[in-house]
């Protein structure tokens, strides 16, 4: 069974940093790409970032490129996104996101829970 | 990049059909044919309906079927059951490595 645990989340001051994780099991982590959606509670989904399997295509979206990093770690089965500058609108649910092939593939095929990051003086 | 545009709710009874459409743009869901769809329930993270504009993950009951027309996608769900209320999002890819959600359509079964 594939599973995504993220943590990591919790109340930043604006300006402040944070590192988002993500726990993989259930399924050969080295052999797909993963991605982190967000969501705003109440609000729609966006899709903020992506690595490939072997790590060597990264992409961002343009809200977010230049202050969020992700990056991956085979022997630990994990995604990570280190988060800087946080501004209010970036709260919000943090997802992590198995994608359905080694490079992007066509779907964001399983989520886990979330976690939730707060943006707040 | 900008969202996909989505009707913010649907509605219908038991047992009928709804629609959902996804309009995108030629660079994204008229320009490939990596449009998916999401089912979430509230306090829940979303679920993989329809990948690929019409394949359905294991598991997926057949009530639910997507199309694309254009630079429109569409998700169909038929016989309606109350455990389909729910919010529905489409995604596309939208090249140089981008993907793009649509602002979500709220289902109600009536």
């Known amino acids: 069974e594939v599973q995504l645990v993220e943590s990591g989340g919790g109340l930043v001051q604006p300006g402040g940093s944070l590192r988002l994780s993500c726990a993989a099991s259930?399924?050969?982590?080295?052999?797909?790409?993963m991605h982190w959606v967000r969501q705003p509670p109440g609000e729609g989904l966006e899709w903020v970032s992506g690595?490939?399997?072997?790590?060597?295509?990264?992409a961002y979206a343009d809200s977010v490129r230049g202050r969020f990093t992700i990056s991956r770690d085979s022997a630990k089965s994990s995604l990570y996104l280190q988060i800087h500058s946080l501004r209010p609108e970036d709260a919000a649910f943090y997802y992590c996101?198995?994608?359905?092939?080694?490079?992007?593939?066509?779907?964001?095929?399983?989520w886990g829970q979330g976690t939730l990051v707060t943006v707040s003086s | 990049q900008s969202a996909l545009t989505q009707s913010p709710s649907a509605s219908g009874s038991p047992g009928q059909s709804v629609t959902i459409s996804c309009t995108g743009t030629s660079s994204d869901i008229g320009g490939y044919n990596f449009v998916s769809w999401y089912q979430q329930h509230p306090g829940k993270a979303p679920k993989l309906i329809i990948y690929g504009v019409t394949r359905r993950p294991s598991g997926v009951p057949d009530r639910f079927s997507g199309s694309k027309s254009g630079s429109t996608a569409s998700l169909t769900v038929s016989g309606l059951q109350a455990e389909d209320e729910a919010d529905y999002y489409c995604n596309s890819y939208a090249g140089n490595n981008k993907w793009v959600f649509g602002g979500g359509t709220k289902l109600t079964v009536l």
């Open positions: 690595i490939n399997s072997r790590s060597d295509n990264i």
């Open positions: 996101v198995k994608g359905d092939g080694a490079d992007w593939g066509t779907s964001f095929q399983y």
């Open positions: 259930g399924f050969t982590f080295d052999n797909y790409a």
